[in-house]
């Protein structure tokens, strides 16, 4: 949920490369180049074993053609980041910054809230949580469920994002 938030901080393309370019420099002046591939590595390497994470759970909490659509979306994507690195190298273009951070911190974001309603539902489901139901509609897909729980609590997220979003004190110049 934070990171959502912090990638939509870095929306602006100069702060972002403001920061780059003083880790960099920090980097080089005091000859922490091994340092900095090592934290670049590790960075990457974290981001690739939590999406493992995820797919294998994923894969085991469903049946045979829920496997094969996670499958297909993990082929997808490979492919729509391949097709857009070889755009980004071929034609030497640079990526918006800007409406990448956002959209990608708003995708975040919704992931965020389909995930509280969905683990609120497990968690009920196994008899951790009560299950006080309510007369709201069911929406599988976006982790909607007709319980107070899990609507109260995705409700908090929604009222805390639009919140960080947009009532943060002295951050609404970056925000644009």
Excluded: C
Aim: avoid cysteine; glycine fraction near 10%.
């Amino acid at each position: 949920f934070y990171v959502g938030f912090w990638l939509h901080d870095k929306t602006t393309a100069a702060q972002w490369q403001a920061f780059i370019e003083k880790s960099m420099h920090r980097a080089l002046s005091a000859g922490t180049l091994w340092g900095l591939a090592g934290l670049s590595f590790i960075a990457v390497y974290r981001e690739v074993f939590e999406t493992i994470l995820f797919f294998q759970a994923l894969w085991v909490q469903t049946d045979a053609p829920g496997r094969n659509m996670a499958l297909a979306g993990v082929i997808v994507g490979a492919g729509v980041l391949a097709m857009l690195a070889w755009v980004v190298f071929r034609y030497s273009m640079r990526l918006p910054l800007r409406q990448f951070f956002r959209l990608s911190g708003l995708l975040m974001f919704v992931l965020a809230l389909v995930f509280a309603g969905k683990g609120v539902a497990a968690l009920q489901e196994a008899g951790y949580i009560q299950i006080s139901p309510i007369n709201a509609p069911r929406i599988d897909l976006l982790g909607i469920y007709p319980n107070l729980q899990g609507l109260l609590l995705q409700g908090a997220l929604l009222l805390l994002g639009l919140y960080l979003w947009y009532g943060l004190p002295g951050r609404r110049s970056s925000r644009g």
